[in-house]
């Protein structure tokens, strides 16, 4: 809760300010896509809310979304109209921001399978919209992707791209470039076939599926195209796993991604290697927990780098790559950057894949670092994982993630430094051995939590990611899963499981203001001009997620439904309870 | 290990067996699964089903066996405590907790994501499970939660 400095050198940020260029959208006051902008920033050009007022900020409008469960994702705002998807059963609202009480234009009911509630891991939860060329594009649940007119609601597409039958589920948010819509399925826990696909933005059409393990064929890696800075050779993707093992491995794609123009490449991280019981499959298991850089156009991927390979832990690596221009070593380097769930933080030269910089940022011991030379974690031995070594106790971070890749971290151009909500837990991991049934899980793990050293559970820190070095962090007995938005005017905004919206000096992680929204927030804040040419700063509340696996006594719907797994915060329900509210905050 | 391993065998042996399930005098009609999918809220037929099994001790270990070798355990948790599915051990029920519900509820599936392993598994086997299941031990209702010490 109080602010501690890990160390504080404001003026190193002088010294660090990069040369803006991917990065730098104008300031044209919407949210457009879920990251702001390609490189998925999550900064805001308006600087209206600063240090010194942020303090006056007050709630000016909420609106009930009347769906209970996890809220993640972010609105949007374009045309001074709001955009919300709620999550399952993902109905999109349009607010109309230049009537007095924001009034709705429309709203859009799709029918979704409600099966898909089930067959989702983590909560029915969605991740949010895309603005492009006049339509809101966004997944629903049960394996579908929706265009619909951004000014009338009208259906103009609606695309079957996931197999619910083999566990998958589309709570991701889509992404899109130019004429392409980017999407990818949750399903880690179901064993399925991980890929990423291309829809036609403007008929739907899947143009292009590009899986994440298997032949070249199927991961689009063509002779002379893919050049991977450490792993060279062919097929990686099937003889780093046994055979036909990868047909059924997991490695989904469900987080976010993000894009250079110049480069013309999109960057995204894959998920977990299937089943959590690593001795069924035996290698390096690519492309797992890694960041796939491709070609928007074709597909054909250029680079790729496993975070953790062989991974034992569930580390997914779907976090946010964030594409940043930063010196490094007294060199101007064209950098993308990255939260990994294994604990640490890379900055990667994002033309080739080189691994500039890897610190932990959070409590750490399954490894103790990254070999830059090899771009492999020297793993602690007694840490991995498997049916035949029993329980192995304390590993850190537990499989929430060193920090969640639900709760997207922002980047400052002005300060040079990110912003990240971070975990402090550690897991017991006992595995065992799993059978795949088709739509089933196929998990074959127990993992029970506890708070890491200290005590706490989480922190919202600010990282110098050329340095890899802790700047500030603001301590939190929970641990921390929103998303954050910085903005000009110098200020970091977060909020908190037990229900906190909170504001922070983006220098010196002094905490300004707080407002208690109703339900954790699991959402990710954003900042817009509204029609009144004020600056606006919106967020969900509705606490939900992971957090669902867990939870006993926040599920209100279920009062009595209290579960062992949540037995390591036992308080959490005294703080809140389950809702789904959008609030919109400015200075009076 | 050895029973768990074997109970593996046997649900694979189930699994392969063929697709539709025929009806057997007083057991519930057939039902029809191509793959293992949500029968999306087929309603119960209005037939009361007598577990076979209940209370045999011997079916409560097999049921258990049953129910991690079928993943019921990635759902519901391990000792069915509770994951994205409900807990099937805190004595609360959204669909009834008769046995022969609990069997319904396994056998035609639920509409928001319980597979219909009717047709998957046998009815002796899903009744083992519902035998496992009801053999646990369920915590006293305590409707109250307090945070305030109540001692001076």
Redesign the interface.
């Given at each position: 809760m109080r602010p501690r400095r890990a160390a504080l050198f404001p003026f190193l940020c002088l010294l660090g300010v990069p040369a803006l260029r991917a990065q730098q959208a104008p300031a044209d006051g919407q949210w457009t896509m879920p990251g702001k902008d390609y490189a998925a920033t999550r900064y805001s050009a308006l600087g209206a809310i600063t240090p010194a007022n942020a303090p006056r900020l007050v709630p000016v409008w909420s609106f009930a979304t009347g769906v209970l469960g996890g809220h993640e994702g972010q609105p949007l705002v374009v045309d001074n109209t709001m955009y919300v998807v709620t999550p399952y059963p993902n109905v999109l609202y349009a607010f109309d921001l230049t009537r007095e009480g924001y009034p709705l234009k429309w709203k859009y009911r799709p029918e979704v399978?409600?099966?898909?509630?089930?067959?989702?891991?983590?909560?029915a939860i969605n991740r949010g919209a895309f603005y492009a060329e006049g339509k809101i594009v966004y997944n629903l649940l049960d394996g579908h992707t929706v265009a619909v007119d951004a000014a009338t609601g009208r259906e103009l597409w609606k695309t079957q791209v996931a197999d619910?039958?083999q566990g998958e589920t589309t709570p991701m948010a889509p992404f899109v470039v130019k004429h392409h819509v980017f999407v990818g399925p949750s399903g880690g826990?179901f064993g399925i076939h991980g890929w990423l696909k291309a829809l036609d933005l403007e008929t739907g059409r899947v143009v292009w599926t590009a899986y994440s393990e298997g032949p070249d064929s199927d991961v689009m890696a063509k002779p002379g195209v893919f050049r991977p800075f450490y792993d060279k050779g062919t097929d990686l993707g099937l003889s780093t796993w046994p055979p036909d093992v990868w047909r059924r491995a997991g490695v989904p794609v469900w987080g976010w991604l993000s894009y250079d123009p110049a480069l013309d490449l999109i960057y995204y991280g894959t998920g977990n290697a299937a089943p959590y019981n690593p001795e069924q499959r035996a290698g390096d298991n690519k492309w797992a927990s890694s960041v796939l850089a491709r070609r928007p156009e074709d597909g054909a991927l250029v680079w790729a780098y496993q975070f953790t390979p062989h991974e034992n832990w569930d580390f997914d690596a779907n976090a946010e790559m964030i594409l940043a221009d930063l010196t490094i070593g007294g060199r101007p380097r064209q950098v993308l950057v990255h939260f990994d769930k294994n604990g640490f933080a890379y900055t990667i030269d994002r033309r080739t894949g080189e691994v500039l910089v890897a610190a932990p940022f959070t409590t750490l011991n399954w490894a103790t670092r990254v070999d830059l030379a090899s771009g492999r974690p020297v793993v602690d031995s007694s840490k991995l994982t498997g049916a035949s070594r029993g329980n192995i106790k304390d590993i850190c971070p537990s499989l929430e993630g060193g920090k969640s890749p639900a709760s997207p971290a922002a980047y400052s151009p002005r300060t040079g430094w990110f912003y990240t909500a971070t975990n402090n837990l550690c897991m017991d991991y006992q595995a065992?051995r799993?059978?795949h049934?088709?739509?089933?899980?196929?998990?074959g793990a127990?993992t029970p939590y506890h708070a890491g050293p200290g005590g706490y559970m989480g922190a919202f820190i600010a990282w110098d990611a050329a340095r890899g070095r802790k700047v500030w962090e603001i301590r939190e007995p929970y641990p921390v899963w929103s998303g954050s938005v910085v903005t000009a005017g110098g200020v970091v905004f977060y909020g908190t499981l037990d229900g906190w919206f909170k504001a922070a000096d983006a220098t010196t992680g002094r905490l300004l203001w707080k407002f208690k929204v109703g339900s954790g927030v699991v959402g990710a804040p954003i900042t817009y001009r509204g029609a009144d040419g004020k600056q606006y700063v919106a967020v969900y509340a509705g606490i939900g997620g992971d957090w669902?696996?867990l939870s006993g006594?926040v599920r209100s719907d279920?009062p009595?439904?209290?579960?062992?797994?949540a037995d390591f915060m036992p308080?959490i329900?005294?703080h809140t309870s389950q809702g789904g509210m959008v609030w919109i905050f400015a200075l009076p | 290990m050895d029973l768990r391993a074997a109970v593996a065998a046997l649900a694979v042996l189930a699994c392969n067996r063929p697709q539709t399930a025929t009806s057997t005098p007083g057991g519930p009609p057939a039902v029809r699964n191509d793959a293992i999918v949500s029968a999306g809220g087929q309603a119960p037929p209005a037939t009361t089903l007598t577990n076979p099994f209940a209370g045999d001790r011997e079916s409560v270990p097999q049921g258990e066996g049953t129910f991690a070798a079928m993943n019921c355990d990635g759902c519901h948790g391990i000792g069915a405590t509770g994951w994205v599915g409900p807990s099937l051990v805190d004595g609360r029920w959204r669909y009834g907790g008769a046995d022969g519900a609990v069997f319904h509820s396994i056998y035609y599936g639920r509409p928001r994501g319980m597979p219909a392993f009717g047709g998957v598994l046998s009815e002796q086997a899903i009744w083992k499970i519902v035998t496992y299941l009801r053999a646990q031990p369920v915590p006293g209702d305590v409707p109250t939660e307090s945070w305030v010490s109540t001692r001076p």
């Open positions: 399978n409600p099966s898909a509630v089930g067959t989702a891991c983590c909560d619910l039958g826990e065992s799993s059978t049934i088709a739509g089933t899980p196929y998990i127990n669902f696996l006594d279920d009595a439904d209290i579960r062992p797994p308080d329900a005294r | -």
